[in-house]
């Protein structure tokens, strides 16, 4: 697996849901809705559900083999 790509925030935290759509690891918030309610997405290793999980700076979110980590702006 490639390194996570760095993906800058503007705010302290973001949620997961808003992330994917952001780092493009994901088409639309419907999507997003589906492959986490389905188990598809891991957050720093662990498989997360709920899609208002507030990400900080450092977390590594993970899809289908691709990753992203949340940076600061």
Known sequence: MSAPED???????IRLGQFLKLANLIESGAEGKEVIADGHVTVNGDVEVRRGRQLREGDVVEI???SARVARE
């Open 7 to 13: 993906v800058p925030i503007r705010d302290e935290v």
């Open 64 to 66: 289908g083999g691709m």
